[in-house]
T-cell receptor, first 115, second 113 residues
Framework: DTAVSQTPKYLVTQMGNDKSIKCEQN?????MYWYKQDSKKFLKIMFS???????INETVPNRFSPKSPDKAHLNLHINSLELGDSAVYFC??????????????FGAGTRLSVL | AQSVTQLGSHVSVSEGALVLLRCNYS??????LFWYVQYPNQGLQLLLK??????LVKGINGFEAEFKKSETSFHLTKPSAHMSDAAEYFC???????????FGKGTRLHILP
């Protein structure tokens, strides 16, 4: 059973399109994250949600909108895709109540290619 | 603000040789430190962490790291490299248990037969 699962694994699309990436965790964690990993492997946090509430919102274009329908899901919607959005996007989760939030469990990633 | 510097974007060692991956951090308060590993086409996996207490921490797969406050370092070592250790390794820092994690730029470890 996959602890943090993302779909799709690969996403190829044209500039200007709108796309979504889904993430689900079955660990019972309270907090979920989205990270972007660029072509140089640099990993940067984008968003964090705790119990469906936004707690971290880094400097990210407002074309990126996270949605958390419940604490087990955090989806990422991207409007008007640009070439620079091409990257691997990782979802992560952490924190059973009382445990450190900074120990995170990662999904396998979604490789987004914008043509 | 805290930051992490990993020295060497690529490190090559022979199978059976010592692995040493370097990480230096800057933080205004005593940090929480982590090493994560990323195997090809996979997500990141926690190798080990330092929070408080013993400065030498042991992780999975025979890796360990030592927190040296005077050197602001948290280098990762393994006595004997195995082919399966080939991966990308990320050092990371956090200000406290509930703070976001700042990752270094990663070091790709190559194992030579």
């Amino acid at each position: 059973d996959t602890a943090v699962s993302q779909t799709p694994k690969y996403l190829v699309t044209q500039m200007g399109n709108d796309k979504s990436i889904k993430c689900e965790q079955n660990l019972g964690h309270d907090t979920m994250y989205w990270y972007k990993q660029d072509s140089k492997k640099f990993l940067k946090i984008m968003f964090s949600y705790n119990n469906k509430e936004l707690i971290i919102n880094e400097t990210v274009p407002n074309r990126f909108s996270p949605k958390s329908p419940d604490k087990a899901h955090l989806n990422l919607h991207i409007n008007s895709l640009e070439l620079g959005d091409s990257a691997v996007y990782f979802c992560a989760s952490s924190q059973v109540s009382g445990a450190p939030r900074n120990i995170q469990y990662f999904g396998a990633g979604t490789r987004l290619s914008v043509l | 603000a805290q930051s992490v510097t990993q020295l060497g974007s690529h490190v090559s060692v022979s199978e059976g040789a010592l692995v040493l991956l370097r990480c230096n951090y800057s933080s205004s308060v005593p940090p929480y430190l982590f090493w994560y590993v990323q195997y090809p086409n996979q997500g990141l996996q926690l190798l080990l962490k330092y929070t408080t207490g013993a400065t030498l921490v042991k992780g999975i797969n025979g890796f360990e790291a030592e927190f040296k406050k005077s050197e602001t370092s948290f280098h990762l070592t393994k006595p004997s490299a195995h082919m399966s250790d080939a991966a990308e390794y990320f050092c990371a820092v956090s200000l406290n248990r509930d703070d976001k994690i700042i990752f270094g730029k990663g070091t790709r470890l190559h194992i030579l037969p």
